[in-house]
């Protein structure tokens, strides 16, 4: 079904604009959700009317203390690992997310980044985009970072 045969109401709701971000036309940022990560906006989030944002992450620094236990309230969040390596602890499993991998976090999962690569940089897609991020009890102890050399 294309979107000229749906309702209006039906087809505002899916209404999404082109977007082509090239490698230069946004740069990390910091003030991201993480102060010691940077955040490269993709564009998604303004062509979809805030129904999905896609954003390169990447290390900017140590991991000292990482995320702390929390969950998103959001419907979708996959993390796909483009370079390095993230551990983190899901529920009370740890995970190491290698070059390549594509995590799916469930809508509520308790989970913790704690360590991760100096060369650390995953692409992130979320929906809704402005999804919120809740502090949580965690359910087991965590494992210390990595140092970096």
Same mark, same amino acid.
């Given at each position: 079904?294309?979107?000229?045969?749906? *309702?209006?109401?039906?087809?505002?709701?899916?209404?999404?604009?082109? *977007?082509?971000?090239?490698?230069?036309?946004?740069?990390?940022?910091?003030?991201?959700? $993480?102060?010691?990560?940077?955040? $490269?906006?993709?564009?998604?989030?303004?062509?979809?009317?805030?129904?999905?944002?896609?954003?390169?992450?990447?290390?900017?620094?140590?991991?000292?203390?990482?995320?702390? !236990?929390?969950?998103?309230?959001?419907?979708?969040?996959?993390?796909?690992?483009?370079?390095? !390596?993230?551990?983190?602890?899901?529920?009370?499993?740890?995970?190491?997310?290698?070059?390549?991998? +594509?995590?799916?976090?469930?809508?509520?999962? $308790?989970?913790?980044?704690?360590?991760?690569?100096?060369?650390?940089?995953?692409?992130?897609?979320?929906?809704?985009?402005?999804?919120?991020?809740?502090?949580?009890?965690?359910? +087991?102890?965590?494992?210390?970072?990595?140092? !970096?050399?």
């Amino acid at each position: 079904m294309s979107v000229d045969t749906l *309702s209006k109401p039906a087809a505002a709701l899916f209404a999404t604009a082109f *977007s082509h971000i090239g490698e230069g036309d946004t740069d990390y940022k910091s003030g991201g959700l $993480r102060d010691f990560f940077l955040y $490269r906006d993709l564009g998604i989030a303004a062509a979809t009317n805030g129904q999905v944002v896609a954003q390169l992450v990447k290390a900017n620094m140590p991991p000292e203390e990482g995320t702390g !236990w929390h969950c998103h309230e959001a419907k979708f969040h996959i993390v796909i690992m483009l370079k390095g !390596w993230a551990r983190f602890m899901y529920e009370d499993k740890e995970t190491l997310v290698k070059t390549g991998d +594509c995590v799916h976090q469930r809508p509520g999962i $308790r989970h913790y980044l704690f360590d991760y690569s100096p060369d650390m940089e995953y692409l992130e897609i979320v929906s809704p985009a402005d999804f919120t991020t809740v502090d949580v009890e965690g359910p +087991c102890p965590v494992p210390p970072p990595t140092p !970096w050399k």
